[in-house]
């Protein structure tokens, strides 16, 4: 499965910002998708995941509360709504496919987007 993200940019802190993910290839709803992030000089790390009918969220401690996974099977697409967002949510965001919940660790994602990104600004 491709996968193209999209929706990253500059934005001020405590701002909302969305992100998109569209795939392509192979049926959408056979996967749990996800939501990575990498910032200059750190590991890449799982921030959010939606089962593949969208029944299942999980989320890092550090986003919980703040943003919200959710996914439109019919178009394909996978979404990141990120609000009240802080300066440290500064990364390169990427979305991941894999074909089994749970073990969010990035290993276990099989299919990876080439990354859009985010940059807040205090």
């Known amino acids: 499965v491709q996968l193209q993200a999209s929706g990253g940019g500059l934005v001020q802190a405590g701002g909302p910002l969305r992100l998109s993910c569209a795939a392509s290839g192979r049926p959408f709803s056979n996967y749990v998708m996800g939501w990575f992030r990498q910032a200059p000089g750190k590991e890449r790390e799982f921030v959010a995941a939606i089962s593949s009918a969208g029944g299942s969220t999980s989320y890092a401690y550090s986003v919980k509360g703040r943003f919200t996974i959710s996914r439109d099977n019919a178009k394909s697409t996978v979404y990141l709504q990120m609000n009240s967002l802080k300066p440290e949510d500064t990364a390169l965001y990427y979305c991941?496919?894999?074909?089994?919940?749970?073990?969010?660790?990035?290993?276990?994602?099989?299919?990876w987007g080439q990354g859009t990104q985010v940059t807040v600004s205090s």
């Open positions: 991941a496919a894999k074909t089994f919940w749970g073990f969010f660790n990035r290993e276990s994602f099989d299919y």
